[in-house]
């Protein structure tokens, strides 16, 4: 058994494909929602109901990516994508 | 009533899950189909195919349109199950049980 | 950094664990969703006092009506379950619909028939989506173990080589070959019905899950979503005034407060065998299912008509038509529904089921049965493969194998006697018994945790067999307890129940009966391995 003598890489990257693969999950459906030229509702009931092809295909991706670096950078992505979604909340809030 | 046409969808999804499976060489030779010409074996696949769309075109018979593409996947998938048992729990049934599956729906599509 | 790793062994990896670590809920999850496809069945099973009259739903309405005015009359709303194809039986309840307490009407006498209290078939919906946990964290398990599914699907797909090649093949008794055979076919064959009941489950909670999008554009006011899901309700509330108050609309908390409000004056209700006619008229002769009155001997009462689901694949549960119950106006009724709308509900109504009758029915049951077998050979074939490599391993390694083959027996084989189990309380346990659902469930807990404490004690493949053949012996012998226990009782719905549990039960025996001679096949591994060497 290989994983035995490196447990920790195993470890961060199945928490980073689901805890990190929720949160990139989250980000991309709210900036979906967000882009989706569609009435308000259309928009969030289609981003809704693609997330968890969005989940799964992060998962399948995160465990087959080559080095961990990668992974973490893909999960870091759901900051940018976060902003897009919630700019007029950010906005709000800042005022 | 529809029973019979659901008979009749279930006998051409299993007939034409049958024609996929003669048409892949080692069930061909499985089934002891050898002294066909292989000339017979190349036109299982289109045939199956075909069984397989009037399956779909039966059940309409028995659910409206939506339904009966889900009912179609379903019939198809536990007919090729089935087929999947026989061969090797039975492989004499396997090119039997069509023909029975038929004049059943036959008959109840009589009675 | 971790060594490169090839495509296919990565996701075998991930199949592997995915599968195996949440293969125990979802097996779960999948046995318990399949008798749920029957609830009704088995809910009209579990209550043997209850007959089928043949009853009209107006008549039965009649029936009700008098019951509640005359036992209720100050309940703030009523709910009447008309009799239909799948439950024949005309119950009442009053006050909230969800929590109150249902009375069983008898029909003819008009008077409350006394039945035994049981968990029914409900238990089984119920468990099916929360695993009998505290209900939001139950839904996140099954959620969390559906997305595993999913993942454990797709890598599934992806680690298949000859996914078409070996389409139609099975090799039995030849132990590892077999299995994986096994679990190739019921998983390929059926990945269309794999890939939508877990798509569809998911999708169904999908607001629970994935709040992102209502975060973002409602700021997470899910009511602010769901008004606009119907503009023209809105209308239709200022019309009929509250109106929609009436109905039990997907279960939102509505009419908080509403005690301290004064309530109207006294007005007599109309008949309501009268609204079944009008709901029919919209939804189909016999597609009514049951009515809900709110205020009722008020000036305010509504009365909302339910449809029975099923007309259609889009689940239009929680929907209904409101009438204003002293003037018999219509104040709203369902349109249809927006694009998006429909296809989150024919989603949904995918995975419920409700629609295309009895051979439908039937095709969810067995289609949902394929996959409770290919979950559970794949957590076979975990322990299949693990026990050929076991002698090189670690004792670590052994001890958690160990595990493994004991929760396998126990959530496979003593989930399943369990579950024979509960339908056999239901008919010993006796009928008068206070507290009578929380022994049913006691038992079926019971019954499995000696499942595990067994599976713990015995040898994988004892233990295997033992329980196996427990359980193929209470499903054979249920319709010989049924008749003996309640001879009244035997009608259609019933008997079928019976001559089900009758043919589950035969197939595990045989499994059981077959269970050694693939065991001890692995001795004859060398010709396996040059069959399946020739065929490439």
Known sequence: MKAIHSRWPVIVR???????????????????????PFARYDAAAVATLLS???????????FSARTLGQVLAGVALSVPLAAIAFWPQLLGGMR | MSAPALMTSLALAYAGMLGLCLGMDRHWKQLGSARLSPRWQRLCRPLGALLLVLAGYAASFVWPGGMALVA???LI???????????????????GLPLAGGLLAGLFALF | MERQRSLTQSMSWLHTWAGLLLGWALFAIFLTGTLAVFDKEIDWWMQPELSDRGLGQAQAAEVAQRWLEREKPQASGWNIGLPTERAPQLSVSSGEQRRGERTQLDPATGEALPVRETVGGNFFFHFHYTLHLPRMIGIWVV??????????????????????????????????RSWLDGHNASAVLLLPFHLMITYSGLAIFSAIYMPAAVDALYD??????????????????????????????????????????????????????????????????????????SNPGRADARVTVRPLLGSRIELTKGEGMVFDGVSGRLLDAPEPSRPSLLTQRVIAGLHFAQFGGYPMRWLYFLCGLVSCVMIASGLVLYTVKKRRQVKADSSEGRAFLRLVESLNVAAVAGLSLACAALLWGNRLLPAELAGREFWELRLFFGVWLLSLAHARLRAPLQAWREQLFVAAALGVALPLLDLLLAPGAADR??????????LLGATLAWVAWQL????????????????????R
Do not use: C, N
Not at chain 3, 493 to 502: E, I, N, P, Q
Not at chain 3, 516 to 535: D, F, H, K, L, M
């Open chain 1, 14 to 36: 199945v928490l980073a494909a689901i805890l990190g693969g929720y949160a990139f999950t989250y980000a991309t459906t709210a900036t979906l929602a967000r882009l989706l």
């Open chain 3, 516 to 535: 050694p001679r693939i065991a001890t096949s692995r001795a004859r591994r060398t010709p396996a391995v040059q069959i399946a060497g020739a065929e």
């Open chain 3, 143 to 176: 959620g969390f173990a559906a997305m595993a599914m999913l993942v454990a699907i797709i890598s599934g797909v992806i680690i298949h080589k000859k996914i078409f090649k070996d389409f139609f093949t099975f090799r039995p008794a030849k132990g590892q």
């Open chain 2, 77 to 95: 998938s536990l007919a090729g199950l089935a087929l999947l048992l026989l061969l090797p729990y039975a492989p004499r049934l396997v090119l």
């Open chain 3, 493 to 502: 719905a019933r008997l079928g129940l019976d001559v089900t549990a009758l």
């Open chain 1, 52 to 62: 968890f092809v969005v989940y799964l295909v992060f998962v399948l991706w995160a």
């Open chain 3, 220 to 293: 997470g006011d899910r009511q602010a979503m769901f008004r606009e899901s119907r503009p023209g309700a809105e209308q239709a509330q200022q019309a009929g005034g509250g109106a929609r108050r009436a109905g039990a609309e997907q279960g939102q908390p509505r009419g908080r407060g509403e005690g301290a409000r004064p309530q109207a004056p006294a007005a007599e209700l109309l008949p309501l065998a009268g609204f079944i006619e009008r709901g029919e008229a919209h939804y189909g002769e016999g597609m009514v299912a049951g009515l809900s009155v």
């Open chain 2, 72 to 74: 179609w996947f379903g």
